[in-house]
């Protein structure tokens, strides 16, 4: 069953990426996420904004145009769009506090089927790297998670309670994996889309959390 | 008369009346000298984010000073390998606790001088949510005692702490940020130290110059005479800023 092939995580990120809608205020976190702005619909426009106060950043500088001066929150060098604008940092969080980030798109090491997730600490390792994820997590309209549907070594992500501290709890409404797209419903995962070649019940097998199958149930929708 | 027209001949009229400006001398020759009285023990801010708006000449300049028992607050403790930051400090034994939003790696391999000195209980630390951290030191500088916040509730990052339902939702009390000394990292400054920052290097410098006692700005251009900048365009006012330091051509420039 390993042997079949999974989603890539451009394919992951692509799908995210499509739920967002034109004049959303998006913030990608660092790592597996920011590829969601590798797609943006042109039909759209999407205002991105980096915990470091940039708010309207473009896609990322081609190599010898970079400006020092203008990054992402991975430290990535960014271009500006015309609509760009800078805040500082108490600012910045102001926007996000305030329930004005239309979506943040974070990955995770657990998310549950009530919502919490969990990616900043695990409890082997001394300390954490929360950086402004609780901040995102807490006050976001939405929040959309992207992670790998197992660990390493098979074990589950997609659980009935997370295990690990978590980020912020019941907030998580749509999780992108490897295997497919997942919403979080009050009555827990609803498998909305499968990747090809999978059934759901080879998806149930990796999944701790029962996984409620809509009779609408559709495949991956992978970018146009 | 515009406005603009009436500050320009209020300025030469006060030029005129024969009155020096109000002011003290703030510019420092050297990063060394800019520090040289700083003690032993003091809480320090340090800004910068994604390597952008480090103030790397004054902490470079702390370093050589040798202080000790510092206590550091800035949104991470440090890089793998540092060159002039805050990790050199943190190396050199001179930071006793870090307060920041980054305790770990967020790859296990990047396995930093701090990381190492934590994980063996050589230096103290404070975790503390990012926005949090922000709005903190912006209420230390706004003589704000304490806020609360709905990040962090539900975690154990607010275990412990005070508690309040306001209009429904649940917050956790965070109290004031303050420091002894900023270092500030600035674009442009003039004479009285009124700051301008460029793009992304803004990040946490406005909030912590303006949350500490003695505030300390190393200028990556010439330092230009009061009424050199549009008073509409200044991200900090001078009023904040005790000392100012240009970068030399020599100096660190990331």
Redesign the interface.
């Known amino acids: 069953m390993g042997e079949k092939p999974k989603l890539e995580r451009q394919a992951m990120c692509d799908r995210l990426a499509m739920e967002f809608q034109d004049g959303w205020i998006v913030n990608l976190g660092v790592g597996m996420p920011t590829l969601c702005s590798n797609y943006v619909d042109p039909a759209k426009d999407i205002i991105f904004h980096s915990e470091n106060g940039v708010i309207g950043y473009g896609p990322l500088a081609p190599e010898g145009e970079e400006d020092p001066y203008l990054v992402n929150a991975g430290g990535q060098k960014v271009t500006a769009q015309p609509w760009m604008s800078i805040v500082h940092h108490a600012d910045s969080f102001a926007l996000i506090r305030s329930g004005r980030i239309d979506v943040t798109v974070m990955g995770a090491y657990e998310v549950a089927e009530n919502g919490d997730f969990a990616n900043w600490r695990v409890p082997t390792r001394k300390g954490g790297g929360i950086g402004g994820a609780m901040d995102l997590a807490a006050c976001a309209k939405r929040v959309f998670i992207v992670l790998e549907h197992t660990t390493r070594d098979g074990k589950p992500r997609l659980l009935k309670r997370c295990r690990l501290p978590l980020t912020a709890p019941g907030v998580v409404t749509l999780v992108a994996t490897d295997l497919g797209l997942f919403a979080v419903t009050p009555d827990g995962f609803v498998l909305r889309e499968y990747a090809p070649g999978w059934t759901p019940d080879e998806m149930q097998n990796l999944t701790e959390a029962k996984l409620i199958v809509p009779q609408d149930v559709q495949a991956f929708r992978f970018r146009e | 008369m515009t406005l603009q027209d009436a500050t320009r001949s209020g300025a030469a009229a006060f030029m005129a009346h024969g009155k020096s400006m109000p002011m003290k001398n703030k510019i420092y020759a050297s990063f060394d000298a800019a520090v040289a009285d700083i003690p032993d023990g003091i809480t320090f801010m340090s800004p910068g984010?994604?390597?952008?708006g480090i103030p790397r000449n004054l902490l470079a300049a702390l370093h050589r000073r040798g202080v000790k028992n510092l206590t550091g607050i800035s949104n991470s403790a440090g890089r793998p390998v540092d060159r002039n930051g805050i990790g050199n400090l943190i190396e050199a034994g001179q930071v006793k606790k870090m307060i920041c939003?980054?305790?770990?790696?967020?790859h296990?391999s990047q396995v930093t001088p701090f990381?190492r000195m934590?994980?063996n209980d050589e230096i103290e630390?404070e975790?503390?949510?990012?926005?949090?951290l922000?709005?903190r030191?912006?209420a230390a500088a706004a003589g704000i005692g304490a806020f609360y916040?709905?990040?962090?509730?539900?975690?154990?990052?607010a275990e412990g702490k005070e508690h309040r339902e306001i209009n429904g939702r649940r917050y956790v009390l965070e109290y004031a940020l303050p420091a002894d000394y900023a270092f500030i990292r600035a674009w442009k400054a003039d004479t009285f130290g009124n700051l301008q920052f460029?793009?992304?290097?803004?990040?946490?410098?406005?909030?912590m110059a303006m949350a500490a006692t003695i505030t300390i700005v190393e200028v990556e251009h010439d330092i230009v005479d009061v009424g050199g900048f549009d008073p509409d365009h200044i991200?900090v006012s001078g009023v904040y800023v005790d000392r100012l330091v240009h970068i030399p051509p020599d100096g660190v420039w990331?």
């Open positions: 984010f994604g390597n952008v939003a980054f305790t770990a790696p967020t296990p990381v934590y994980n630390a975790l503390v949510p990012q926005g949090t922000a709005e030191i912006r916040t709905p990040t962090a509730v539900g975690t154990e990052l460029r793009l992304a290097q803004r990040n946490f410098n406005p909030i991200h990331d």
